[in-house]
């Protein structure tokens, strides 16, 4: 892996300076916009927010404008750019106390609830490209896309959080982690030791048992996701017990608080009137988050000639069973390119826009 700094200034560093120089903003826009959708990631693992994380990206293209003529090509364009888009991310989160975690007791004994949460759709992931020179196999094919990384990277302080995902996902040497951050080498290496520490605590033991990174699902993972789909379709509530682990955890940003257990998730939708003719009918369709199954829910009430999209289920599976559940509601999953509504009279296959 490539790691900052260890790149004389190349073609694009060159042509850089050279655009940088003459105010071509034309050229300015066609080296760096290649860099657009792996900086915005960057910022989404920073914030949680994939629409905060679109904010900042365009406020990285807007500093690296002004401050174009400061590019002396002594770093890779790239790492340039990482620079200030981290730098953006932190002073984001300096006027923003509100981004921190809501303090939530699980079964875990961690505190893992963050309202702002936000889905990240796999076809945006794919935008980014791996092979020669790219990280892109760095940068996404990695357990730290998904949400259980994402939850507990939010506990930490902000530049902790910049530590570590600078050195532990990216790659960066000590040395250019702590320029990016005017920080000391000591300070930025203390930074990371208390951040891995925290991480240790925050993210489940159980996590440890399966890897997101693979890529695909086992033939056993697809059955399951398929009865998952066919139970929530017919509103069969012991179908979909009958694929919960134990131990399910389930959780609905922005909304505070979580459920721990089978028995009390089970408990809730019940109460809410899942698999009753008066809450009305389902549909769904297969697709992707955060390198990790979702289920897109559509709901037609009784009073309704349509079915509209409600919800995105991203699933966690383990050992053939449903182990954890983070429902998003369908206003705060802007990105993901699913029709708004389903027609009552149409057959939509379950596994449309499913990836396997």
């Known amino acids: 892996m490539r790691v900052a700094g260890q790149q004389a200034v190349g073609v694009d560093e060159a042509r850089f300076m050279e655009a940088a120089r003459s105010g071509d903003a034309g050229a300015f826009a066609v080296l760096t916009e290649r860099y657009r959708r792996e900086l915005h990631l960057h910022c989404y693992r920073m914030l949680a927010s994939f629409e905060d994380a679109q904010d900042l990206t365009q406020e990285v293209f807007l500093r690296a404008w002004s401050r174009r003529a400061s590019f002396e090509g002594r770093s890779a ?29 699980t079964q875990d004994g961690a505190a893992a609830e963050v309202a702002y949460l936000q889905p990240y759709p796999d076809r945006l992931l794919d935008e980014i490209p791996a092979g020669g020179d790219e990280p892109g196999d760095v940068v996404v094919a990695s357990e730290t896309v998904e949400l259980a990384f994402l939850v507990a990277v939010q506990h930490l302080p902000a530049r902790q959080r910049a530590v570590l995902i600078l050195r532990d996902i990216l790659g960066w040497p000590a040395s250019d982690t702590a320029a990016t951050l005017q920080m000391s080498v000591a300070s930025a290496n203390s930074a990371l030791q208390r951040a891995r520490a925290t991480m240790r605590e925050q993210l489940p033991d159980r996590r ?91 709901l037609r009430r009784p009073d309704d000639t349509e079915f509209r999209l409600a919800v995105i289920d991203v699933l966690r599976l ?11 509601p369908a206003d705060s999953c802007p990105a993901f390119d699913l029709p708004a509504t389903l027609d009552a009279t149409s057959d939509t296959p379950a596994t449309s826009g499913a990836e396997a």
Not at 79 to 99: E, K, M, Q
Not at 208 to 235: F, I
Not at 318 to 328: R, S, Y
């Open 208 to 298: 440890l048992e399966w890897n997101p990174s693979r890529q695909g699902l086992t033939g056993q993972e697809r059955r399951t996701l398929q009865r998952y789909v066919d139970a929530h379709t017919k509103g069969d509530i012991q179908g979909l017990t009958a694929l919960l682990r134990e131990d399910l955890r389930f959780a609905m940003p922005p909304e505070p608080g979580s459920w721990d257990g089978r028995d009390a998730v089970v408990r809730m939708w019940v109460e809410g009137g899942f698999g009753s003719a008066s809450l009305g009918q389902w549909r769904c369709l297969l697709t992707w988050a955060n390198r990790q199954p979702a289920v897109a829910a559509y």
């Open 77 to 105: 364009l790239r790492t340039w750019l990482y620079r200030i888009a981290t730098n953006a991310c932190l002073d984001f989160l300096d006027r923003r106390p509100d981004r921190v975690p809501v303090g939530s007791s």
């Open 318 to 328: 383990q050992n053939g069973l449903v182990a954890e559940i983070t429902a998003f």
